[in-house]
């Protein structure tokens, strides 16, 4: 790793660099289709902050700056009578890439997670992110070939939701 990093939990305060970071992965994940700072901002301000007593933020510094962030909560049941960390979004911003802050994220979760009795840490990967793919398969992190993952999103959660599907 180029410079030493630290680690610390998002607090309210943390606010507008959340709403920077979550712009620039919009940015990144969905190009000119990407939401606008403005839509970001406030989507920050009225889902993110009021659910951090819900969701984690593990944000991630370097260079007297934030470099990236982890989102994840801590769910039950898991093996052995232990929970598990659940990883939303790893993020690493542009300019602190290949330079080992995303394997120093995965260590800090998997830290946590024996720190918490946690038995095991889950993410998922986009199919089209190769880049994310290649990073893990190089960490050495087996992929769960056992699972299948499903979502509910669109006229179809809105159907489910509403008792129609």
């Keep these: 790793m180029d410079a030493p ?14 709403q920077q970071i979550f712009h620039e992965a919009e940015v990144y994940y969905e190009g000119h289709n990407a939401p606008s700072r403005e839509s970001i901002a406030a989507h920050v301000a009225k889902n993110v902050i009021p659910a951090l007593q819900r969701c984690e933020f593990l944000l991630v510094e370097c260079d007297d700056g934030v470099a990236g962030m982890a989102s994840f909560g801590q769910l039950y049941p898991a093996p052995n009578l232990g929970g598990q960390i659940q990883v939303k979004d790893i993020f690493i ?14 260590q800090r979760l998997a830290a946590l997670a024996v720190e918490r009795g946690c038995t095991r840490v889950d993410w998922t990967a986009e199919t089209s992110n190769p880049r994310a793919l290649e990073f893990y398969d190089r960490l050495g992190v087996p992929r769960v070939e056992s699972k299948v993952y499903y979502r509910l999103e669109g006229d ?7 008792g129609r599907k």
């Design 156 to 162: 179809t959660l809105a159907a489910f939701a509403g």
């Design 5 to 18: 990093v630290k680690f610390r939990f998002a607090t309210p305060a943390d606010q507008p660099i959340l």
């Design 93 to 106: 911003r542009d300019g602190f890439r290949n330079r080992g802050i995303g394997r120093a994220i995965i």
